[in-house]
């Protein structure tokens, strides 16, 4: 089959600068470029994209899917058609579901159901330690052989610094990236917010940012003497942002990643005590939500990902401090990036792509994609950059419904997301 994203503004790192651009794509692989007008084969289907942007697939590094075990708050195929209506053509589920996923047969079992719904593409993230408990290192090697791209304790991350150690140099050995959710919990358990002035007027036990910082700075330690590859998840501070920049300039082998509700929200979402604002880590003051737009703007944060987590009505309905932590993003992702990003001139179009897409495919080796270079696996999030659109919870594709961002109007959205050269989602 022969397809070709006819007329569309090409943003790839491989395509000359500001050039209209048709996209001809061939048994799912990116066959060729053609000139602005240019006509494709004969026998090919056109999607006109005068006026749109093509850009290579967008790749979620950080979402939980909740299959296996809670699949009444999310499966795979629901998760997955989130994801495409939201632009994102892969998605990287967590490790904590239910058995968690620790082993092989889990990790498999995941991509077959990813391949059954038949939207976005799968690439699991395994555990560190066995059962996500700390003690215990996962069989790294039988996950990536079966398709596993990186190895987290996301949610639990890993508290004694000798296992994190020994679970870097074997990452290593394997040349997984180590995907590291960084909060000392011996200073923020017990906290349901950012610990500041507005969880003090609330009555609202805090988590201190400290929390966060000390273990971005141990593990930052620990893989500058074992050399493992390290990924920063969801950063949240000023000094998690700093110590970063710190070591990257030393030359410390580290990417990170940051939420949009991270670069949008701060801790006064907080004050009506919906409890779609609670998740980890928490929103912060505005000090640190400009440490991380300015890391954003600097290079610093490598990636945008959404930490999608779905939960069920009923357990969001519980009080602020009892309901879970996490909320949805996968749909919100886009509008949030181009409009309190590109259009509000913190990045250009062509960053926000490389954040999307460009730098998670080279952090996770996903070979083939990330790019539109000719040969390239056909992953294409096709966005209109203007189009004004209201999100609603009730009409978003996920199980559950807890997002933050009901009834807000975006500028921006995906109009077409194509995965492996065939059209899974057109708004
Ligand atoms: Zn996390
Ligand atoms: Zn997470």
Known sequence: MKFLIKDGHLIDPAAPENTGMSVLIEDSRVAGWLRPGEAGPEDCEVFDASGLLVAPGFIDMHVHLREPGQEHKETIASGCAAAVAGGWTSVCPMPNTNPVNDNAAITRYMIEQAAKAGLANVFPIGAITKSSDGSELSEMGEMKAAGAVAVSDDGRPVPNAGIMRRAMQYARDFDLPVIDHCEDKSLSAGGVMHEGRTSLLLGLKGMPALAEDIDVVRDILLARETGARIHIAHVSTKGAVEAVRLAKREGVNLTCEVTPHHFTLTEEAVEG?????????????????????????????????????????????????????????????????????VHKGVIDLARMVELCSVNPARILNLSGRGTLAVGSVADITVIDPTLEWTYRNSESRSKSKNSPFDGRTFQGAAVATIVGGKLVHRR
Do not use: C, Q, W
């Not at 737009?293 to 519980?318: C, F, N, Q, S, V």
């Open 273 to 341: 005590y919906d409890t779609n604002t609670k998740m980890a880590p928490p929103l912060r003051s505005r000090e640190h939500v400009d440490a991380v737009i300015e890391g954003l703007k600097d290079g610093t944060i490598d990636a945008i990902a959404t930490d999608h987590a779905p939960h069920h009505a009923d357990e969001k309905a519980l009080e602020y401090d009892r309901a879970p932590f996490g909320i949805t993003g996968l749909e919100t992702a886009l509008g949030l990036a181009l409009t309190e990003l």
